[in-house]
């Protein structure tokens, strides 16, 4: 079993340095992540319309696929 010593040296370089560009440490990730977020937040007015959009589409389509002319 590990010690003590050896298991808060493995944390603080998961934490805080990272293991390279393969793996990097986990305040770099949530940095990353929290920035996704808040992009994503932004955008909201465009994703609504673009959801809208994707709707209307649907629709047209379920429409166009049960009425015969």
Known sequence: MDTVEA???KMEIDMYF?????DPP???RLDRLETAVEKFVKN???LKWLLIAAL???LGDIISNHLHF
């Not at 990272?18 to 393969?22: D, I, L, N, S, Y």
């Open 7 to 9: 298991k808060v040296e």
């Open 26 to 28: 986990v305040t770099l």
């Open 18 to 22: 990272g293991r390279g560009k393969e």
């Open 56 to 58: 209307f589409t649907m």
């Open 44 to 46: 909201t007015d465009t």
